[in-house]
């Protein structure tokens, strides 16, 4: 793995053949705004996106905390263990 890192980096920054942006999942966690307008600064290679209409999705976006990554909602049985087991024959039910 670590081969293909350096490969990466020397291909991307070093020989500036491709532009690369790493972004941890971490900071999206722990700093989401700033972390995102620097992945989007980058993608439109602008250096400076205050006020602008991406910042003001971006604020959209993090004012939902969790909930900005749900797509649609869940079914009240979503989440609950062994909801059609008895579905199953008593053969099938021993690998739930």
């Given amino acids: 793995m670590r081969t293909f890192f350096d490969t990466l980096i020397r291909n991307c920054i070093g020989e500036n053949k491709n532009p690369l ?15 995102l307008m620097g992945l ?3 993608l439109f290679e602008q250096k400076d996106l ?3 209409n991406i910042e003001r999705r971006i604020d959209e976006v993090v004012a ?3 909930k900005a990554a749900t797509t649609y909602k869940l079914k009240d049985t979503t ?8 579905k199953y024959t008593p053969e099938l039910r021993q690998f739930i």
């Fill in 40 to 42: 989007m600064g980058f």
């Fill in 21 to 35: 942006y790493i972004v941890r999942y971490e900071d999206l966690v722990t700093d989401p705004k700033s972390t």
């Fill in 50 to 52: 205050e006020g602008t």
């Fill in 64 to 66: 939902q905390g969790s």
């Fill in 79 to 86: 989440g609950k263990f062994d909801i059609h087991k008895e």
